[in-house]
Nanobody
């Protein structure tokens, strides 16, 4: 499973971005059965959890620092998982990765170790 992220960029504090995660055109895998998570890594820091969403039961989960600001969703018709990010803060800066859990049709887990397939990441910079 090959994942591709997009939608990153430079935004001012308080601004918004929407990240997208889909499968590569060459692999053409169906993302629908996979729980999907978003993670981020700031310079000099370890990768950390952000949010995830289940597959057959698309219940979302968020870490406390993004609750109320970020929304994860999936559009199975377009084979895409989105992360809508509002009220962005400088601490949200980092490379954002989407990842998929090969244990299909289940609720998602907000633990990095549960994810087997990773994208290359998209840079998000929040700065004035």
């Amino acid at each position: 499973l090959q994942l591709v992220e997009s939608g990153g960029g430079l935004v001012q504090p308080g601004g918004s971005l929407r990240l997208s995660c889909t499968t590569s055109r060459t692999s053409r895998n169906n993302l629908e059965p996979y729980p999907v998570g978003w993670f981020r890594q700031a310079p000099g820091k370890e990768r950390e959890r952000v949010s995830c969403i289940g597959s057959s039961m698309p219940v979302p989960r968020y870490v406390d620092s993004v609750k109320g600001r970020f929304t994860i969703s999936r559009d199975n018709a377009n084979n895409t998982v989105y992360l809508e990010m509002n009220s962005l803060e400088p601490d949200d800066t980092g490379v954002y990765y989407c990842a998929a859990d090969r244990k299909l049709y289940r609720l998602c887990q907000l633990t990095i170790e549960d994810y087997d397939y990773w994208g290359q990441g998209t840079q998000v910079t929040v700065s004035s």
